[in-house]
């Protein structure tokens, strides 16, 4: 061991200088490429959501400067919690590490290295990313958009399946990326009476009715850019009951150019019954009212469950108003705990936290969201500073929304849950 060292140390002395500098040179292949693909290349390769590819060399090479900027401000990649509280096994938080070789390799000219260095081009899905669908449900028909203007967000019904299914993984693939900006997928029990007039392929843009809260009416899936889908742990399913409907609520942002859309839902189904059943369920703040100019707007929300439940994963929802959210725990016994804290919160990164290892509420453990608002002239995002503010669809209308995945025994009647309403909230006092 001792006198392999020493021979190492000796070997190394003996090298020449410029061949040891040219043998420590950090180059794109050798140590580069490979945080690419494992913290970048997700969203940074043609049809996903970066603006630019970082799939080769010449695609990364112009972007140097720039990497090395978003890494060390820590805008890239896209994480808005508090590194110091909670954990989450989807953090994409970069380690110190791998920022100074990024800006290292920037530094020391952001050479190309050997070619024999890189790594294996990873293989993405063509398409979907949650693999081969088990099936695909789609829009009935295009949805024509205009060229201009703001569109209310349309709400698009899609029969579902004739048996309960349990579903595994989800994915909402828009059609036309262009002008999708955002799609939510909501499931509909057989007989609701929540937009009970809707038909396939006819959008409706103002429903006349809000979901029934509780078990059922729930957001399933979405698509934002960027995020991952929803894929469950093997033993964990959401159930999608006989004769329930799929509601896409999809906000097309047009672009200029007359177009069309046909979204569609991607369906990986569970290979046995689970142990777990999964329901996605929001604590909300329905009635907040942000006065005009006001640059610290405080709103809360709570919930407890009736029943020991599971935190799969949590996203605090705001609009171009939000500021921070912090979510807290009071155990039954008293203990409190801060779960996740977005000091910065970013309306373009809907990020569903994902708690690392496994995080069981016990029955009547309250959680606690407290979000905060800027209506001032100095949110660069805000639409309009001299507008009251109040809940609604729009991304001028604001939210104060907590959507978690919770999962209980799925032998369990889900209703046993319910405290409080869940997601869209039917108002209450605050
Ligand atoms: C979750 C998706 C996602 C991941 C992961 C991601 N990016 Fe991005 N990136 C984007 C999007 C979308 C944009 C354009 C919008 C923006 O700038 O916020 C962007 C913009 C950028 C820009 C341009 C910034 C600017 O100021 O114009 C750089 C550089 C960049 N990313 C580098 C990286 C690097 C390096 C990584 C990995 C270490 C990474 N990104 C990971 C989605 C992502």
């Not at 040219?22 to 290349?41: G, M, S, W, Y």
């Not at 295009?142 to 029969?159: E, N, R």
Request: aromatic share 10%.
């Amino acid at each position: 061991m001792r006198t392999d060292r020493i021979a190492a140390a000796v070997f190394a002395c003996a090298l020449p200088f410029a061949a040891l500098a040219a043998e420590q040179k950090i180059t794109f292949h050798k140590n580069v490429e490979p945080i690419l693909q494992a913290r970048c290349q997700a969203c940074h390769r043609p049809g996903e959501a970066a603006p630019m590819s970082l799939l080769t060399y010449s695609d990364a090479r112009p972007w140097a400067k720039a990497i090395k900027q978003a890494v060390l401000t820590k805008k890239m990649p896209p994480w808005s919690a508090d590194g110091s509280v909670g954990h989450f096994r989807n953090d994409r938080r970069l380690s110190q590490e791998e920022i100074e070789t990024l800006s290292q390799w920037v530094d020391s000219g952001a050479v190309e290295g050997n070619m024999k260095d890189a790594p294996a081009p990873l293989k993405f899905a063509e398409g979907w990313a949650i693999g081969k669908p088990d099936a695909v449900l789609g829009m009935s028909k295009p949805f024509d958009i205009p060229a201009q203007g703001t569109l209310d967000y349309q709400w698009i019904l899609i029969p579902g399946f004739q048996e309960d299914k349990w579903i595994q993984a989800f994915e909402v693939r828009p059609g036309n990326r262009a002008i999708v900006h955002h799609v939510a997928a909501f499931w509909r029990r057989k007989g609701s009476p929540w937009m009970a007039d809707a038909q396939p392929g006819v959008p409706i843009a103002k429903p006349s009715s809000a979901p029934e809260t509780g078990s059922s009416d729930g957001i399933i899936a979405e698509y934002v850019p960027g995020i991952p889908p929803l894929a469950l742990p093997k033993g964990y399913a959401m159930k999608l009951p006989v004769g329930a409907d799929i509601m896409l609520q999809v906000h097309y942002t047009p672009n200029g150019k007359a177009t069309t859309d046909q979204s569609s839902v991607g369906f990986v189904f569970a290979s046995a019954p689970p142990e777990n059943q999964v329901i996605t369920y929001g604590m909300a703040a329905p009635m907040l009212k942000i006065p005009p100019y006001e640059a610290n707007y405080r709103a809360q929300a709570n919930a407890s469950f009736g029943v020991d439940v599971r935190l799969l994963g949590i996203n605090p929802h705001m609009h171009l108003r939000g500021k921070s959210s912090e979510i807290t725990l009071t155990y039954p016994d008293g203990r409190k705990e801060t779960l996740l804290n977005v000091p910065k919160y970013d309306f373009n990164w809907q990020i569903t936290y994902e708690p690392a290892g496994d995080l069981t509420l016990p029955a009547g453990t309250r959680l606690e969201a407290v979000s905060y608002y800027d209506n001032s002239p100095n949110n660069p995002f805000n639409p309009d500073p001299s507008k009251e503010v109040h809940w609604g669809d729009q991304t001028s209308d604001e939210m104060m929304a907590v959507f978690m995945h919770i999962a209980f025994p799925a032998n369990m009647d889900p209703r046993a849950l319910f405290r409080r309403p869940a997601y869209p909230p039917k108002p209450s006092a605050e």
